[in-house]
């Protein structure tokens, strides 16, 4: 199993409120992601991070935020959340690994997952 | 999009059948590797295969690789209802910064 953990592992919600999801990693990782996946579907990359103070938008677009203040730690806000919102968000980190083509290969350790639901 | 599309969508074997599924993909890669999801779970990283190789092992799986073809296929032989799962592939590549994901395959293997 990966170090890194998700907290809460499954949310219920009502419309407008404001949610963290949290996101923790002691492998000590630069690189950090956020995926948006609906059961049984392909990923969808919302944010990453190349490591503190950095944050990027990902291939899909969304109205959640995220920080990165420490290495750690890389958690997702969403201000007001919506129906639209309900689906499952997977926090990764990556290690890179020298691979002997002058190219590191990129390795992704997965969190279990939160599972999302507003009303 | 650059996401590399996985096939059958969905696969129903018996245990002990072999398991086979596809993956192709769009643009030129450096690796290429295979993942598997559990159930409301996170990803489990299983095999890297570097494009220059043709062919990988590990334990029970075995991943080939065709540049030519831009596909990937991984074989899961002798196969258990553990295995049941969703695999996807993903792939790196020199123009991006990001691991690119299939859109997964879907295996349940009955007792």
């Known amino acids: 199993e990966a170090d890194i953990y998700q907290t809460p592992r499954y949310l219920v919600i009502g419309t407008g409120k404001k949610i963290t999801l949290e996101c923790s990693q002691t492998?000590?990782?630069?690189?950090m992601y956020w995926y948006q996946q609906d059961p049984g579907m392909e990923l969808h990359l919302i944010h990453y991070s190349y490591g503190v103070n950095s944050t990027e938008k990902g291939d899909l677009s969304s109205e959640s935020t995220v920080s990165r203040i420490r290495t750690e730690h890389f958690p997702l806000t969403l201000e007001s959340a919506r129906p639209s919102h309900t689906s499952q968000y997977l926090c990764?980190?990556?290690?890179?690994?020298?691979?002997?083509?002058?190219?590191?290969?990129?390795?992704?350790?997965f969190g279990p997952g939160t599972r999302l639901l507003v009303l | 999009s650059q996401q590399g599309e996985e096939d059958p969508q969905a696969l129903s074997i018996q245990e002990g059948e072999n398991a086979t599924m596809n993956c192709s993909y769009k643009?030129?890669?450096?690796?290429l590797q295979w993942y598997r999801q559990n159930s409301g779970r996170g990803l489990v990283h299983l095999i890297l295969i570097r494009s220059n190789e043709r062919e990988k092992h590990s334990g029970r799986l075995r991943v080939t690789l065709d540049t030519s073809k831009k596909s990937s296929s991984l074989l899961i032989t002798a196969s258990r209802a553990a295995d049941t799962a969703s695999y996807f592939c993903a792939t790196d590549s020199y123009n991006t910064d990001k691991l690119i994901f299939g859109t997964g395959t879907r295996l349940q293997v009955f007792p």
């Open positions: 492998m000590g990782h630069d690189k």
């Open positions: 990764a980190s990556s290690e890179f690994l020298p691979s002997g083509t002058g190219v590191a290969q990129e390795t992704q350790y």
């Open positions: 643009t030129s890669i450096n690796n």
